[in-house]
């Protein structure tokens, strides 16, 4: 199994629809990150967090350390924000990021 | 753009050669991480240096080398090249360690292992 898992692992959306893509880790982290890698292959940061929410523009990110589970949630959707996402983690107080294998996002107009 | 600026953007070579990769990390930024990406693998961490020192190593083979210079900028040196090899390398910069700052992402470096 792997410590990151995100589901769906792909998600076909029509534009302005919400989108919710979800990450789930199993070992204790000290922060979370989202990151964007777009169909070209760069990678973009999306967000950082260790606890509660972060909203930047359409985007929001969840976390509840409790239950180990982060939400990434897009509103209003734009093909633009078709790309995959990716959730990471820093484990305990370690530098090393893990990641999961990330989710699809297609959004069709 | 980040302001991370990885060369070359593409690499094709052959099994048993030896190549280096090539990262300048955002000015100021004292850390600098190496991942690999493959098909079936996903991104993986490979090491990081903060400052000219190496900070934390992940799963980075015995083939593969890194440093980070007084300039800090940052080279990884993958020898003995093997097929499996063939992946998207990135590095990200951070301004300083520790698992509480934002990264940021060079372009990559497509490898290709003929």
């Known amino acids: 199994k792997n410590e990151v898992e995100q589901s769906p692992q792909n998600l076909t959306a029509q534009e302005g629809e919400f989108i919710t893509i979800n990450c789930s880790y199993s070992?204790?982290?000290?922060?979370l990150h989202w990151l964007q890698q777009h169909p070209g292959g760069g990678i973009v940061s999306l967000f950082m967090?260790?606890?509660g929410k972060k909203k930047h523009g359409r985007l929001i990110a969840t976390i509840n350390i409790q239950e180990k589970h982060s939400s990434l949630h897009i509103t209003a959707s734009h093909p633009r924000d078709s790309a995959v996402y990716i959730c990471?983690?820093?484990?305990?107080?370690?530098?090393?990021?893990?990641f999961g294998k990330g989710t699809k996002l297609t959004v069709n107009p | 753009d980040s302001g991370v600026t990885q060369t070359p953007k593409h690499l094709i070579t052959a099994t048993g050669q030896r190549v280096t990769l090539r990262c300048s990390p955002r000015?100021?930024?004292?850390?600098v991480y190496w991942y690999q990406q493959s098909l079936d693998q996903g991104l993986q961490f490979l090491i990081q240096?903060?400052?000219?020192?190496?900070?934390a190593k992940g799963n980075i083979l015995e083939r593969f080398s890194a440093q980070q210079f007084p300039d800090l900028h940052s080279e990884l040196n993958l020898s003995s090249l093997e097929l499996g090899d063939s992946a998207l390398y990135f590095c990200?910069?951070?301004?300083?360690?520790?698992?509480?700052?934002?990264?940021?992402f060079g372009p990559g470096t497509r490898l290709t292992v003929l």
């Open positions: 990200a910069s951070s301004p300083l360690g520790g698992s509480y700052n934002e990264q940021f």
């Open positions: 070992v204790g982290i000290s922060a």
């Open positions: 967090l260790s606890s």
């Open positions: 990471a983690v820093h484990q305990g107080g370690s530098e090393k990021l893990v």
């Open positions: 000015s100021g930024d004292l850390s």
């Open positions: 240096y903060y400052n000219g020192e190496e900070r």
